[in-house]
């Protein structure tokens, strides 16, 4: 399809949104530079700045409907929007929400799309928003009593997916130690459908010694660990005193591979493992967190 086939299938727009729509025909338009080049290694928007080093824009993006809407809904303010005429008609509802006011959506076929991103982009719209300020983790902590605690978990995909399986199982916070990728990466929210922007996150400054904040409001820290010795999951999540579940519990998990360092550990109350078939002692970090988090909605919380 040319682009001036694309300008004539291009529909009203619908009428009562809050947003601005904007008809992009230029690739080169500068409106449309907070999209621009989403794979480079080295100019991408969501690239956060270093301080005294690289220059980036630290921006937040979000692929897809689905994704959008819960940027929408989050903390995370999008500030713009490029996505082709259908997905504008598909996400007429959301983006009449009175928060978007003035915010525009710029609308573009999916051949100017593809040469603004670098590539062809299936989901057909993307959202983007500038990083509101972080929250501590006394933030995060509020209200929670399901907590995940990552440690050097570096895989973008594996911590978009600790974010998905953390709000399907009841899991209030996620809070990043030492080693951990950035969660507000791109491929990060994407394989987290959404959940990275909705699921409360703050990073722990002072590594393990921060994990005494935990302790101090009331949590069980459970680090899940392959060593045989340790207690199955489903019995570390049970107070001996009173055989009943423990009212909050963190979960300690490490990269795959190393696992969790024993410094982590040693600052954690108790180690638990995953009881597993022989011939296998670890798996993937999001599996073995999502069924953590199972094992603690199965024991009742």
Known sequence: MTDSESVLDRQPVPTGLSVTVIDIDDPDDLRVDDFRDLNSVDRRPDLPALPGGRVGKGLVIAEGVLVAQRMIASRFAPHAFLGVDKRLHELSADLRD????????????????????????????????????????AD????????????????????????????????????????????????????????????????????????????????????????????????????????APRDKVAFLVGAEGPGLTRAAMRASHVRARIPMSRGTDSLNVATAAAIAFYERVRAGQ
């Open 98 to 137: 009175p928060s978007l006011a003035g915010v525009p959506f710029y609308r573009a076929s999916a051949d100017v799309m593809a040469r603004v991103v670098g590539f062809h982009l299936n989901r057909g719209v993307l959202a983007v928003a500038r990083r509101p300020q972080a929250l501590d983790v």
């Open 140 to 243: 995060a902590l509020a209200g929670a009593r399901t907590v995940a605690v990552l440690e050097g978990v570096n895989d973008h995909e594996n911590i978009g997916s600790i974010f998905r399986n953390a709000a399907g199982l009841g899991v209030d916070a996620v809070l990043f130690g030492a080693g951990c990728a950035d969660p507000l990466y791109r491929r990060c929210v994407r394989v987290s459908m959404g959940h990275a922007l909705l699921v409360p996150f703050a990073g722990v400054a002072d590594w393990p010694g921060g994990l005494d904040i935990l302790h101090d409001n009331g949590f069980q820290t459970v680090s899940l660990t392959p060593e045989p010795s340790s207690p199955a999951l489903a019995e570390a999540l049970i107070d001996p005193a009173t055989g």
